[in-house]
């Protein structure tokens, strides 16, 4: 779970920049950093709300581009490792996705 968090902060850190996309992570609530770096943080809680609270926040100030940002980093993980802490709207969005690839 830490894994998948650090990368999707890291994502949205090479398009919103990194120090925001920190901060972010913090006002999520379940996030904390003992130092100015993603590989320092620390989740508090159940995993779920966490990636919940975490793709919340980026959602509450850029929208649907950056849920999509989230999407692409999950895709990267292996499926039987994160679709359990993934929410639900995202697992749609997901299925949705693989539904509408060609040669499914």
């Given amino acids: 779970m830490d894994d998948l968090v ?3 902060i890291k994502e949205q850190g090479q398009i919103i920049g990194l120090d925001l996309a920190i901060r972010l ?3 999520s ?3 904390s950093f003992s130092s100015d770096s993603v590989e320092s943080l620390k ?3 159940d995993p779920r709300a966490v990636l919940d609270s975490l793709l919340r926040s980026y959602s509450d100030v850029f929208g ?9 980093v999950i895709q990267r993980f292996p499926k039987q490792e994160v679709m359990s ?3 639900d709207y995202v697992k749609n969005k997901l ?6 690839t060609p040669n499914n």
């Fill in 6 to 8: 650090k990368a999707i």
């Fill in 25 to 27: 992570a913090k006002l």
């Fill in 43 to 45: 989740l508090q809680g």
């Fill in 29 to 31: 609530g379940n996030i």
């Fill in 64 to 72: 649907q581009t950056s849920i999509n940002v989230c999407i692409d």
């Fill in 85 to 87: 802490v993934v929410p």
């Fill in 95 to 100: 299925s949705a996705m693989v539904a509408n």
